[in-house]
């Protein structure tokens, strides 16, 4: 448990190399610190030391209320002085991915590299077309809390303790919209346990990090993504329809030198299976990510 300035409590969890690289990782949503992540093995041939932490209202860390994405930029600073850490670099998957393009923005001078796996665009994105091809869910949801926090709260509150009580639920109820290459990937016993360990641990203390991440995410993330100048790599499954595929391709157009890769064939889950590469990249393995793809 790290404190921040303002007295919070942050929940950190770090696997792998203790003297590897480090490479922060910011989970999904809802998520925790304890969300899927390749095997300490792993992390260890790769010389990587895995640093997760539960964002605001999530797991053990303390709420933050009215936060936007960019207060995850404050919290990874404020966990690197703590863990005694100049540099790094920062992975973040679906809900994670806006948090760790915020880190990219407004720590220039800290982190080195940032990668990015089916993030959504800032929802003023100019020229873009939010809400199309998302899933019927997703947009139900998100134009509710563009109504305001009431009209989530309840829903949300109600659907995460039964999540909690089971948190296969999450996975069944997203199943009639997954397509079969998620299906197959979310079938996975190992990543289905680590999946319901996340849930579990995500809504530990209630609902508040996801409500609160739904109403930042339609909300003015604090920072643009243009002044991003650090190396970043963005991937996305083609068939995504949770975060769909033209966001990617907007924020490729707007991060100066980003390299954007397509995968053919994958969708949203398919993320879980190129996170080895992606941490590999972003702790330096690699001089470069996948070339751009029309």
């Not at 950190?12 to 490479?23: A, I, K, S």
């Not at 009431?150 to 996975?171: G, N, T, W, Y």
């Amino acid at each position: 448990m790290i404190k921040a300035p303002d007295g919070r409590a942050i929940a950190v969890e770090t696997v792998g190399d203790p003297r590897g690289r480090p490479v922060f990782l910011l989970h999904g949503m809802p998520g925790s610190r304890v969300g899927p992540h390749p095997r300490t093995t792993v992390l260890y041939r790769l010389g990587i030391r895995l640093i997760s932490f539960d964002r605001p209202g999530y797991g053990d860390s303390t709420r933050l209320p009215g936060r936007r994405v960019s207060a995850a930029a404050a919290d990874v600073r404020t966990i690197a002085d703590e863990l005694g850490l100049d540099r790094f670099a920062v992975l973040g998957r679906s809900g994670g991915g806006p948090h760790a393009l915020a880190c990219a923005a407004l720590l220039p001078d800290r982190v080195a590299r940032v990668a990015v796996l089916v993030s959504l665009a800032p929802r003023n994105a100019a020229g873009l077309d939010w809400y199309g091809g998302m899933t019927e869910s997703n947009v139900h949801a998100y134009r509710e809390a563009e109504r305001g926090h009431h009209r989530i709260a309840d829903a949300m509150r109600f659907r995460s303790e039964q999540i909690k009580a089971d948190p296969v639920r999450l996975l069944k109820g997203l199943r009639p919209e997954l397509p079969p290459t998620d299906r197959e990937v979310v079938a996975d016993t190992g990543l289905r346990r680590m999946l319901q360990s996340n849930y579990r641990e995500a809504f530990r203390h209630g609902a508040d990090g996801w409500i609160d991440d739904v109403l930042a995410f339609t909300t003015d993330w604090g920072f643009q993504v243009q002044d991003i100048t650090v190396p970043t790599w963005l991937w996305h499954g083609a068939d995504d329809q949770f975060s769909p595929v033209e966001h990617s391709r907007w924020l490729a157009d707007q991060i100066p030198g980003a390299a954007l890769f397509l995968e053919p064939g994958a969708a949203h889950f398919g993320a879980f299976r190129v996170m080895t590469t992606a941490l590999a990249w972003a702790a330096g393995h690699t001089s470069a990510g996948p070339a751009l793809t029309p």
